[in-house]
């Protein structure tokens, strides 16, 4: 018996995860209104299951920053599945609970994408980063508001 030196996607527990919730939204997309068969229903399979498919397209590449794209656009996809499936809650073919069921392991999956991602990040050879930090830190002043950027909380 061989030992590897190298993981396939199928070993990364966030690819089995979002495989698994594809499976899953697969299977409560079916119960959804037939005229949503090809529009909501479609969205939200398509996104799920192109979320591990991205991991898997590009697990064998050999250069790090191809292996980060993918981890980036499976986070994406998953984002994206979690608005499809708050759009089906919206529209009552899911539960608030059914929703905050599938948000919550999506969620669990989006941290775990980016844990591999600083794992793969720290693989990039020094010379070779693109962001170099020169300049410490600098302190917020005390009067700060912390929501005078992004989206307004209200």
């Known amino acids: 018996m061989t030992v590897k030196n190298y993981m396939d996607v199928e070993d990364l527990d966030v690819y089995r ?5 594809h499976i899953e939204v697969c299977d409560l997309t079916h119960t959804w209104p037939k005229e949503e068969k090809y529009e ?3 969205q939200a399979r398509r996104s799920s299951n192109s979320s591990p498919a991205q991991l898997a397209e590009k697990n064998d590449d050999r250069h790090i920053r191809n292996k980060i794209e993918g981890v980036n ?3 994406g996809e998953a984002a994206e599945t979690i608005h499809h ?3 089906a809650k919206l529209k009552g073919y899911i539960t608030d609970v059914d ?10 999956c989006i941290r775990m994408l980016n844990g591999l991602e600083k794992t ?3 693989k990039i050879p020094e010379k070779e980063k693109r962001w170099q930090v ?3 830190l600098a302190e917020y002043a005390p009067d700060h508001d912390p929501h005078s950027q992004g989206w307004p909380i209200d």
Do not use: P
């Open 99 to 108: 929703y905050n069921g599938f948000r919550d392991r999506y969620k669990e």
């Open 40 to 42: 909501l229903g479609s």
């Open 134 to 136: 020169g300049e410490k």
């Open 73 to 75: 656009r499976s986070r």
């Open 17 to 21: 995860k979002l495989c698994q919730l």
């Open 120 to 122: 793969l990040e720290r």
């Open 85 to 87: 499936l708050f759009m």
